[in-house]
């Protein structure tokens, strides 16, 4: 039961490169969630997605992209890499709810550590 | 906006003692759900516990169990007999319900179990 997988665990970039941190999940979830933690920090939300081909903005979504073209994939894209984005990036899934009856937590992959130099 | 607050960087607790952490929210919701997540050096996110808004019972799990009063938004989280494995970021977060399973976290309480 493999649950979140997030590859690579760890990445030095230089500025100005992009990457994509690879994200996928074999719940079968619908919502997936890319979140950030910087030292001392605790999660912030860059982008969610409801379901396949759906994505939506987090809190801090600038210098991102994501895309959901399947249900158990969700990669994160960082087209211009700067040292703000410098940080742990976490990927989450979770079941899609049923309103007040649901109890739904997500389930996080082991992370991956990026510094941008 | 929702907002969670831990108002306590870092604690210690001995080894088989009781620790509480505090947590806070900030809502306009009725109906949401709260959780206490575990972060030990490994950086893995682990369910703690997890309280829903609408019932009244604080929810238990083994020695980990919660205070939940919804009027004062406040959601501590009591860790009884404390281990050595119980050394840890946790992390309190807010969902609401039905909007997009969003979370919202706390900035996190560093636990050190001592021997």
């Known amino acids: 039961n493999a649950g979140v997988t997030q590859t690579p665990k760890f990445r030095i970039l230089k500025i100005g490169q992009s990457m994509t941190l690879q994200c996928t999940q074999d719940m079968n979830h619908n919502y997936m969630y890319w979140y950030r933690q910087d030292p001392g920090m605790g999660l912030k939300l860059i982008y969610y997605s409801v379901g396949a081909g759906i994505t939506d903005k987090g809190e801090v979504p600038n210098g991102y992209n994501v895309s959901r073209s399947t249900t158990e994939d969700f990669p994160l894209r960082l087209e211009l890499a700067a040292p703000s984005q410098t940080s742990v990036y976490f990927c989450?899934?979770?079941?899609?709810?049923?309103?007040?009856?649901?109890?739904?937590?997500?389930?996080f992959g082991d992370g991956t550590r990026l510094s941008i130099l | 906006a929702q907002t969670v607050t831990q108002s306590q960087p870092e604690m210690s607790v001995q080894e088989a003692e009781t620790v509480t952490l505090s947590c806070t929210y900030d809502?306009?919701?009725?109906?949401?759900?709260l959780f206490w997540y575990k972060q030990p050096p490994s950086r893995q996110m682990i369910l703690v516990i997890r309280?829903?808004?609408?019932?009244?019972q604080n929810a238990t799990e083994n020695r980990f169990s919660v205070n939940f009063q919804k009027a004062a938004k406040s959601f501590s989280l009591k860790i009884s007999d404390s281990q050595l494995g119980d050394t840890a970021m946790y992390f309190c977060a807010f969902m609401k319900s039905f909007t997009g399973n969003q979370f919202y976290f706390g900035t996190g309480t560093s636990l050190t179990v001592i021997p």
């Open positions: 809502t306009s919701e009725s109906n949401y759900y």
């Open positions: 989450a899934s979770s079941s899609l709810g049923n309103g007040m009856s649901s109890n739904q937590p997500q389930h």
């Open positions: 309280q829903e808004a609408y019932k009244q």
